[in-house]
């Protein structure tokens, strides 16, 4: 009779435990396999063939940067909703932006707009070191902690209106700003070193906007327009500025 019983004890533990276990393998295996297929069929599909930013973007979790309502989307291929009116940006958005700015190891980069940390840690796996800032405090509180918790080093969250930059840390290799102002900011432009690279949508309201890389060459600015982007307006000092 005890024999038995051990038998049953020793079935129900196995079907606890396969039955605690299994989503959670099943989903981490999932997003793997999406995040393949994101890299396959949106990034590199359209042109990003960086092999260190494809590495990145392999690399680092997106599932990790969203709300839980949204997690079972955060392979797909659009922009998701993070709190407080603002987004994390579409996949391509992300790797197209980050190829770009041309980083090396040694590279100082400022990021205006946090958001979620996504971007800052795609960046943090390219760069030496990211300054990135957030104007919506909560935002900047919660991707500082999920940056922590993964273990990025390196980044350096803010909350502070990035119009003004963080002129205590420049000048930067590379800026990157993930937001749209209806012009680009000049804090920015003085933090950026000769030979500096800056990636930004410029554009007003909720329309489309216009992404520009600029360069610093000889003390001049160089823009080229790049692609049509859709991003959240920035706020604060950009707003009062034209």
């Known amino acids: 009779m005890c024999r038995v019983q051990r038998v049953w004890q020793c079935l ?35 042109g990003v063939g960086d092999p260190r930013v494809l590495a990145a ?16 989307s955060s392979y797909t291929d659009q922009p998701l909703p993070i709190g407080y009116g ?21 590279d100082r980069v400022l990021e205006i707009g946090t958001g979620s940390g996504y971007q800052a840690a795609i960046l943090a796996e390219l760069a ?25 080093k390196n980044v350096h969250v803010k909350a502070g209106d990035g119009y003004k930059g963080w002129p205590e840390r420049a000048p930067f290799d590379a800026v ?44 001049k600015l160089q823009r080229r327009a790049v692609l049509p982007v859709r991003f959240v307006p920035m706020t604060g000092e950009a707003t009062k500025r034209k």
Do not use: W
């Open 86 to 106: 603002q987004t994390i940006s579409q996949p391509y958005v992300v790797a197209f932006m980050t190829e770009q700015l041309r980083l090396s190891n040694n």
């Open 12 to 46: 129900i533990v196995a079907a606890f435990a396969a039955a605690s276990s299994g989503p959670q393998a099943a989903a981490v295996s999932d997003f793997a396999g999406e995040r393949y297929q994101m890299i396959q069929q949106q990034v590199k599909a359209r």
């Open 128 to 152: 030496a070191e990211v300054y990135t800032i957030e104007i919506i405090e909560p935002l900047a509180k919660t991707a500082e902690a999920t940056l922590q918790r993964l273990g990025y």
């Open 57 to 72: 973007m392999s690399k680092v979790r997106r599932d990790e940067f969203v709300p839980p309502d949204v997690k079972a």
């Open 176 to 219: 990157i700003v993930t937001c749209a102002p209806d012009h680009v900011p000049q804090p920015l432009i003085d933090q950026m070193k000769e030979g500096g690279r800056m990636i930004i949508p410029v554009g007003g309201g909720l329309g489309y906007q216009q992404l520009y890389l600029l360069e610093k060459k000889n003390g």
